[in-house]
């Protein structure tokens, strides 16, 4: 009988809770990003994804990522549908058991963020109810899919990218931050840009809540990056001293980047470096010494801070900078890899470029990178034209003018004054939404 690792196990729950704790700092983070009329229906958006992916995790989802391969590596089947036959099972080395079910709640973790993140590219213009019958069809045909890709699995018959190309992806550089970037594309090309976009100016309503969401992403990233190695030892040391210095030192580039092209380091700049950063790590965090993991940081945030630009060339409002941050920097991320991996981080890796492994490795992580946007940016993109024909993914002009929280959810985030929420809804109150947006 296999016998369970009490410290393991305890690390593993420990960080599936971490994970967890990043999606309503996701929900903080977007909802300071955006104007004042749209900030519960951005919070909205990340907890309805807590809500739903938990179901589908448990009745299907895991299934088709981490069930026994129903084709060339493309998709688990349905053999665990409702964790049938998990309970009472173990995974992990021989030593370093830990209870399915700690495992299946971790995974769970994972999908829920990576779903939540698409939410940012199309703020203050999106249908709630369009989003919930999104959430349950895009994590079924892209997530589930792409995540049984990418992550290995003990005996050898799992998905494609984690089995058998041989690209590095230690936590989720492809399955999470290259999947939500490029199907971040593809939702706000569908949906089209904002009203007024280009026009008029759409600043953060409050960096401080940004601020206090981009501290919590950080904290709950440890558990992410290092709670990966499903061990509490030393590969989830070193990617816990990775994911700190990646994340600052990107920090550090982009604020950089903001001092050198426009004069100012922002507040704003500051957290989507660090977010980047954490980004950027995500795949490599195993792999790379932590000067590397300073160099990839230092590289992220640079590039990442120039691309966020790229909507306002190229025509695309991404309202929150999904692409430019979780693509982008997954992207970097994942190439980084095949440059600056050595195995004498982790014997389990392999030899980048830099290291003397040649181009091999480089190449993987390419073929990797090209699929996963691929196949992310192509099916969503259907997904959501059939779903803005069929149920309406794009918010009324009249309800995306008046704001979201009052037409959807019949609130405000902030009501002022000693009779606060009287009149609210009409728009005569002085703290209402629509009266201050009419004078």
Same mark, same amino acid.
């Given at each position: ?31 300071? =990003?955006? !104007? ?8 909205? =958006?990340?907890?309805?994804? =807590?809500?739903?992916v938990s179901i589908l995790w448990v009745v299907y989802g895991h299934s088709l990522t981490f069930g026994p391969d129903s084709g060339p590596g493309l998709i688990g089947d349905f053999s665990l549908v409702g964790l049938a036959g998990v309970p009472g099972t173990t995974v992990g080395a021989p030593g370093h058991e830990i209870p399915t079910l700690a495992f299946v709640m971790f995974q769970m973790t994972f999908a829920i963020i990576t779903v939540a993140l698409l939410s940012g590219a199309i703020a203050d213009r999106a249908k709630f109810r369009g989003w919930l019958v999104f959430v349950v069809v895009w994590a079924t045909l892209v997530y589930f899919p ?17 089995? !058998? ?275």
């Open positions: 009988m296999e016998t369970i690792n009490a410290g393991d196990t305890a690390w593993v729950m420990m960080s599936a809770a971490l994970v967890l704790f990043m999606t309503p700092g996701l929900a903080i983070f977007y909802a300071g =990003m955006v !104007r004042v009329k749209s900030v519960l229906n951005m919070i909205m =958006m990340s907890f309805a994804a =807590m809500g739903l792409i995540a049984h890709w990418a992550f290995a699995f003990e005996d050898g018959q799992g998905g494609w990218i984690g089995d !058998r190309l041989g690209a590095l992806d230690f936590a989720g550089g492809t399955a999470v931050e290259i999947t939500s970037g490029a199907s971040a594309l593809a939702l706000a090309l569908v949906l089209g840009p904002r009203l007024g976009w280009r026009r008029e100016a759409m600043r953060p309503h409050n960096l401080p809540l940004v601020l206090l969401g981009a501290g919590m992403l950080w904290f709950g990233w440890f558990g992410f990056n290092a709670g990966s190695a499903l061990t509490a030892g030393s590969t989830a040391a070193v990617a816990l001293i990775n994911t700190q210095v990646c994340t600052a030192s990107a920090a550090l580039s982009w604020i950089l980047v903001e001092r050198l092209r426009d004069g100012h380091a922002t507040t704003l700049g500051a957290a989507s470096g660090a977010v980047v950063g954490a980004v950027a790590i995500t795949p490599a965090c195993a792999f790379l010494t932590p000067v590397g993991a300073i160099v990839l940081g230092l590289v992220a945030g640079g590039v990442s801070a120039v691309a966020v630009g790229w909507k306002y060339r190229l025509g695309y409002d991404d309202s929150l900078d999904v692409v430019g941050v979780h693509d982008v920097g997954g992207v970097v991320g994942m190439v980084a890899i095949g440059f600056l991996a050595t195995t004498s981080v982790n014997a389990a890796g392999r030899n980048g470029l830099f290291a003397g492994g040649g181009l091999g490795l480089l190449g993987s992580q390419m073929i990797a990178v090209v699929a996963t946007a691929a196949f992310a940016f192509v099916a969503t993109y259907i997904i959501a034209v059939v779903l803005d024909r069929l149920v309406g993914l794009r918010a009324d002009p009249d309800d995306e003018l008046r704001g979201l929280d009052v037409a959807t959810h019949a609130e405000s985030a902030y009501e002022f004054g000693p009779s606060a929420g009287v009149g609210i809804l009409s728009g005569t109150h002085p703290g209402s939404v629509m009266h201050r947006e009419n004078q």
